[in-house]
């Protein structure tokens, strides 16, 4: 069974920092691609960044580019996604997903339940 499970989502302040977290269990390690997407109040689900399988290459956002990184461990089971300086755009509910990889969230057919990420002046 795959489970995708994301934690670290909180309130903070404009100009903060966060790290979210996304455990990945029931699939082959490194054998897909991790993304981030969010999805604000009455919003769409948008992409905010995807590492590849090989690690090696990732993508991020434009509106996200220079302020957030997002990484994975060794492992390959592990993904992280480190926001600096966020801003109150930034709120929404962020979701860690599984698959093909890029920015389309069709291309992903695993998903967590999401982790809340309120960001406040």
């Known amino acids: 069974q795959v489970r995708l499970v994301e934690s670290g989502g909180r309130s903070v302040q404009v100009g903060d920092s966060l790290s979210l977290s996304c455990v990945a269990s029931?699939?082959?390690?490194?054998?897909?691609?991790l993304g981030w997407f969010r999805q604000g109040p009455g919003k769409e689900r948008r992409f905010v960044a995807a590492?590849?399988?090989?690690?090696?290459?990732?993508n991020t956002a434009d509106s996200v580019k220079g302020r957030f990184t997002i990484s994975r461990d060794r492992a390959g089971n592990t993904a992280y996604l480190q926001m600096n300086n966020l801003e109150s755009d930034d709120s929404g509910l962020y979701y860690c997903?599984?698959?093909?990889?890029?920015?389309?969230?069709?291309?992903?057919?695993?998903w967590g339940q999401g982790t809340q990420v309120t960001v406040s002046s």
């Open positions: 997903a599984a698959g093909y990889g890029g920015t389309n969230y069709h291309q992903y057919n695993h």
């Open positions: 590492i590849a399988r090989s690690q090696n290459t990732s």
């Open positions: 029931g699939l082959s390690p490194n054998t897909y691609a």
